[in-house]
């Protein structure tokens, strides 16, 4: 994949105490073909290239210290950028309900998607309608209805004999008569664009004037999906685009391609079927995570949510400092068991995802117990400070923990590079934390 096509190309590059202007057109090359592989637009791929050049000429990287790190740092922010640099927030009406449609081919992810928004906005204290505007695929109103019963948002329908601008039109006023302040509207699609589904979505965007228009697209189709975003996109003004499967294989084409082609921005990432699957799209955790950093702020913040907050943060300062000890170890270790599906969670840790893979680690709670047992037969001062533990040291932890010294020594290393890979990371944040953080 991208992330990994990547990773080689700087990890090439982070050897090096000085790189040549041969080595730089190298990593571009490199970086030109991993994109292109990612079914980045192509043009958009050209665009990139020379924007990275420049800048690396610009701070002339060939005299830094960390040259690998600067044309890291670089490429990072372009990714950002080029994916529209901040979070987009959703638009707000002046005057309740905010209307959100939400628009796509069918299949895409509408009525999913839908109910999911509304789950989010009543997280965050709303009352949302969900409108069934599509009339015309079998069960489509059935199928939103077991939604909103699912996460308890009602649900407007006519039927599916009735005119779908009719339905929208009446939504309105069913909102405004019951406080709601949110409708979104699922609309239907088609397997194709075509000029009657057109006429039928600007119809109901005249009618309700729509504070966000948002572009359903299966980020799974790639390029097709920047295709149908820039058709759509000239037909009916969007304010926002949701990718959605972005948990199957994607190469990430779509993702990159999408804000570049059509100038519309990314506003939410769906990854996965089920309901609180939907989160707000961040360009730089993006970026991140496709450089393999991992996502280490979406682990933070998920972590926020489910674990006490004063120690979340002392964890979050500490993985910036990088001043991770295995008592931190150990202790993060109690909590991302709370946190869910163990895979998931390693895979948003810096330098984990890539280590899972070289030790062909099998990741099971099995594992997690032998790697407690080992930590826990380390003395306290061993735990603040591993450098201590040598050869003895880690002989007698790997006896008192009943596991063989190649365990030991394989967490050792394991540890010293995940260490590695947060001081890198925040490093690149920069000495005044990093910008990511606002928005
Ligand atoms: P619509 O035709 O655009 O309304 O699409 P639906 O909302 O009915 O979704 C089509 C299929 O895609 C359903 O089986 C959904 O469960 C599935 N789906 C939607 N979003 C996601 C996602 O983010 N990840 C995965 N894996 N499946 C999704
Ligand atoms: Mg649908």
Do not use: W
């Amino acid at each position: 994949g991208l992330t990994n096509r990547l990773q080689s190309v700087f990890s090439k590059l982070k050897g090096k105490g000085k790189v040549t202007e041969d080595d730089v057109n190298e990593a571009m090359r490199e970086v030109r073909l991993a994109l292109l592989e990612a079914d980045v637009n192509f043009k958009v791929v050209k665009e990139f290239i020379a924007k990275v050049k420049e800048k690396a000429i610009g701070q002339d990287v060939m005299k830094s210290f960390t040259p690998g790190m600067v044309i890291i740092d670089i490429v990072n922010k372009e990714l950002t950028d080029l994916m529209g640099g901040s979070a987009a927030k959703l638009a707000k009406a002046n005057k309740p309900p905010t209307v959100i449609m939400m628009a796509g081919l069918q299949g895409a992810g509408k009525t999913t998607t839908s109910a999911k928004l509304a789950k989010l906005l009543q997280k965050q204290n709303h009352k949302p309608l969900l409108v069934a505007a599509d009339i015309y695929r079998p069960a489509a109103i059935k199928q939103l209805q077991v939604l909103g019963e699912q996460i308890k948002v009602p649900v407007f329908t006519l039927g599916d004999q009735a005119n779908p601008v009719d339905i929208a039109r009446q939504a309105m006023d069913h909102a405004r008569e019951q406080h709601l302040d949110y409708v979104i509207i699922d609309t239907a699609g088609r397997l194709h664009i075509d000029e009657a589904l057109m006429d039928e979505l600007k119809q109901i965007h005249e009618t309700v004037k729509p504070d966000e228009v948002l572009l359903v697209v299966d980020a799974m189709t790639g390029q097709d999906a920047v295709n149908v975003a820039e058709s759509f996109n000239q037909q009916l003004t969007l304010t926002g685009v949701v990718l959605t499967k972005l948990d199957g294989d994607t190469r990430g084409g779509a993702a990159l391609s999408v804000k570049a082609v059509t100038g519309c921005p990314i506003k939410f990432a769906a990854l996965g079927e089920k309901i609180d699957a939907l989160e707000s799209f961040h360009p730089e955790r993006m970026a991140s995570r496709i450089l393999g950093m991992g996502d280490m702020l979406s682990l933070i913040e998920k972590a926020q949510a489910n674990i006490d907050a004063d120690q979340a943060k002392e964890m979050e300062r500490k993985m910036r400092n990088a001043e991770f000890t295995f008592d931190d170890f150990l202790e993060q270790m109690q909590q991302v068991k709370k946190l869910g599906p163990l895979d998931q969670i390693l895979d948003m840790i810096p330098g984990m995802g890539k280590m899972k893979q070289q030790a062909n680690m099998q990741v099971d709670e099995r594992q997690m117990d032998r790697i407690e047992a080992i930590v826990r037969s380390m003395t306290s001062k061993e735990r603040q400070d591993p450098d201590l533990i040598n050869h003895s040291r880690r002989k007698r932890i790997a006896t008192g923990s009943g596991t063989q010294l190649a365990d030991v020594n394989r967490l050792i290393k394991q540890f010293d590079e995940m260490r590695r890979v947060m001081k890198q990371f925040s490093d690149m944040m920069g000495p005044k934390g990093p910008k990511m953080m606002k928005n």
